[in-house]
């Protein structure tokens, strides 16, 4: 079972969402609906912008750089996960929409914009973590295009 396949279904797990959404003070329900709605985003918006030079290799470093994250046991992770990391990732994948898709999915999980954004600064620490870790086990043999595209498209089949 690949690590993706792991963290959705760890994400599925109502502890794991219990975890997530105690620092935003959210039920795991909602907790649910945001994951399962910016996971998709998120990657869909790594994939563009790993579609430059630029966005590449800002990528390639991010993901070298989390390449060894403990990702496989989410409620481990989730206990130990750096926001303040996570808000800069999400600062550098979302760019001047950062705000923007922070409100939008707050709105569409029924929660305030500072939930949102305290999921988000969780999630993205994981999200990175997963592809570092998916890029290791190719060991390079894969540009980050078909990476991101791949961990997409198996995300989306669940």
């Known amino acids: 079972m ?3 396949s792991i963290i959705t279904q760890q994400l599925s797990d109502p502890k794991a969402l219990e975890e997530l ?3 935003a003070g959210v039920q795991p329900g909602q907790t649910q609906e945001l994951a399962q709605t910016a996971l998709p985003a998120l990657l869909k918006t790594l994939q563009q912008n790993a579609s430059t030079a630029d966005g590449a290799k ?3 470093k991010a993901l070298d750089e989390h390449k060894n994250d403990k990702v496989d046991d989410i409620f481990t992770f989730l206990q130990n996960v750096d926001t303040k990391d996570g808000a800069k ?3 550098h994948i979302l760019g001047s929409k ?3 898709v922070q ?3 707050a709105k569409r999980a029924g929660m305030d914009t500072n939930q949102a954004a305290t999921l988000l600064t969780q999630l993205a620490p994981l999200l990175i973590g997963i592809l570092g870790n998916q890029k290791k086990q ?3 043999n894969s540009d980050l295009m078909n990476l991101i595209g791949g961990v997409l498209d ?3 089949k669940k």
């Open 2 to 4: 690949d690590i993706l």
């Open 21 to 23: 959404g105690k620092k």
């Open 58 to 60: 800002s990528l390639n």
């Open 89 to 91: 990732m999400l600062q």
């Open 98 to 100: 950062n705000e923007t």
């Open 103 to 105: 409100k939008d999915l």
């Open 138 to 140: 190719q060991k390079g």
């Open 154 to 156: 198996s995300y989306m």
